[in-house]
T-cell receptor, first 110, second 113 residues
Framework: LAKTTQPISMDSYEGQEVNITCSHNNIATNDYITWYQQFPSQGPRFIIQ???TKVTNEVASLFIPADRKSSTLSLPRVSLSDTAVYYC???????????FGKGTRLHILP | KAGVTQTPRYLIKTRGQQVTLSCSPI?????VSWYQQTPGQGLQFLFEYFSETQRNKGNFPGRFSGRQFSNSRSEMNVSTLELGDSALYLC????????????FGPGTRLTVL
């Protein structure tokens, strides 16, 4: 199972676009990349999942370069309520153990 | 449809006791995973069950065990509780595997005194 590396924390301002990059140098061919958001005292919430290139949904975009060794979660026009911890995960095999890591603590300022 | 439910929401136990936590997944979901979350260690994988079989296990001592029933409901048990077992225990369900979209329950807050 590929390990991931993310920045420990980030600050941004309301209305800005926020990009959080995750490194996964040992990603396997059949691994998917998944991002979760977690608020204090709640379980994580699925944001987006992708395999290659770009994936977009109503809340975020996920950019994955051709070598797939990294990925970038893009949150457009953030608000104070986007203050949370964001986790990047990779996995795709039946025997994979899901590793959340420490995540990125995003703090949105007014 | 109803989300993942966990019972109880809060629990206080003393060292040496045992505890059983329950999780009801989303209807139709066959994979159930359990996680322990603490401020120091973050969110750690305990185990995953699929079709009543443990498919994966994290690096936790044998005091932590679980099972899944034919209706996909799952329970986890912690025996001989230690102070360090105080944590938020989260259950998540997914259609077929934990690397796909997981839906998390609200968690059970366990305090060991």
């Amino acid at each position: 199972l590929a390990k991931t590396t993310q920045p420990i924390s980030m600050d941004s301002y309301e209305g800005q676009e926020v990009n959080i990059t995750c490194s996964h140098n040992n990603i396997a061919t059949n691994d998917y990349i998944t991002w979760y958001q977690q608020f204090p005292s709640q379980g994580p919430r699925f944001i987006i999942q992708g395999y290659k290139t770009k994936v977009t949904n109503e809340v975020a975009s996920l950019f994955i370069p051709a070598d797939r060794k990294s990925s970038t979660l893009s949150l457009p026009r953030v608000s104070l309520s986007d203050t949370a911890v964001y986790y990047c995960l990779v996995g795709g095999n039946r025997d994979d153990k899901i590793i959340f890591g420490k995540g990125t603590r995003l703090h949105i300022l007014p | 449809k109803a989300g993942v439910t966990q019972t109880p929401r809060y629990l206080i136990k003393t060292r040496g006791q045992q505890v059983t936590l329950s999780c009801s997944p989303i209807s139709g979901h066959r994979s159930v995973s359990w996680y322990q979350q603490t401020p120091g260690q973050g969110l750690q994988f305990l185990f995953e069950y699929f079709s009543e079989t443990q498919r994966n296990k994290g690096n936790f001592p044998g005091r932590f065990s679980g099972r899944q029933f034919s209706n996909s409901r799952s329970e986890m048990n912690v025996s001989t509780l230690e102070l360090g077992d105080s944590a938020l225990y989260l259950c998540a369900s997914s259609l077929d595997h934990s690397y796909n979209e997981q839906f998390f329950g609200p968690g059970t807050r366990l305090t060991v005194l």
